[in-house]
Nanobody, 115 residues
Framework: QVYLEESGGGLVQPGGSLRLSCEAS????????MGWYRQAPGKERELVAS???????HYKYSVKGRFSVSRDNDENTVSLQMNNLQSEDTAVYFCAVRGGDYTYWGQGTQVTVSS
């Protein structure tokens, strides 16, 4: 059974940093692309960053240079380092993995950027 658990969210001031982590189990982690998504109130869920099985990365344009995604295939974790956070980054952040036609999601972790 696929299980994803995010951690590391919280309240941070504009310009601050947070590091999100996602622990994965129930599948061969090293073989799959992992994604970080976010959903702000009243908005659709959007892809923020992804990392392929061999470490290739992709970022949403607005977070390039501020966010960095990484993975540890020995620990089955994927992380999202978020720097210079802005109010528009406020959202619930989810990690996800696609298996065939189905996408598995974690429960999400809240990130609030506010002074």
């Amino acid at each position: 059974q696929v299980y994803l658990e995010e951690s590391g969210g919280g309240l941070v001031q504009p310009g601050g940093s947070l590091r999100l982590s996602c622990e994965a189990s129930g599948f061969t982690f090293s073989s799959y692309t992992m994604g970080w998504y976010r959903q702000a109130p009243g908005k659709e869920r959007e892809l923020v960053a992804s990392i392929t099985s061999d470490g290739g990365t992709h970022y949403k344009y607005s977070v390039k240079g501020r966010f960095s995604v990484s993975r540890d295939n020995d620990e089955n974790t994927v992380s999202l380092q978020m720097n210079n956070l802005q109010s528009e980054d406020t959202a619930v952040y989810f990690c996800a993995v696609r298996g065939g036609d189905y996408t598995y999601w974690g429960q999400g972790t809240q990130v609030t950027v506010s002074s």
